[in-house]
């Protein structure tokens, strides 16, 4: 992952969502020293730092590192027989892949 570009996709999501860098400080325990060097490409954020500046910013960690997001991935078939929402199905579907990507870029090993 390029640090510039990652520092840019997190600029990016931390104003879209409206939040100032001390705003980002108070909702990720990240200081606002360490929030600068990664929005300018200084420093590579660690995976625990992008993924509480995804959840603060609303985005996923997917969406910051630049990895292209589970949805960009995956290709699902299904079929509703009692009236679900195909809609509702997929959302569900891709939640559980997204929870997945991210234990398994954290190395926490599946159980059985």
Known sequence: ???HLAG?????AVEAAGLSQRALEAATGIS???LSRIVSGARTAKMPEIAAIARAV????A???GTGSVADRVQCA?????GSDMQ?????????????????D????ATG
Not at 58 to 61: D, I, K, R
Not at 106 to 109: D, E, G, K, S, T
């Open 1 to 3: 992952m390029s640090t």
């Open 63 to 65: 969406e910051l590192s």
């Open 58 to 61: 609303g985005a996923t960690v």
């Open 32 to 34: 606002q020293s360490t």
């Open 8 to 12: 840019a996709r997190i600029a990016r």
């Open 106 to 109: 954290q190395a926490v090993p």
């Open 78 to 82: 299904a079929r509703a027989t009692n």
């Open 88 to 104: 509702q199905m997929r959302e569900t579907l891709l939640h559980y892949l997204e929870l997945d990507a991210y234990l398994d």
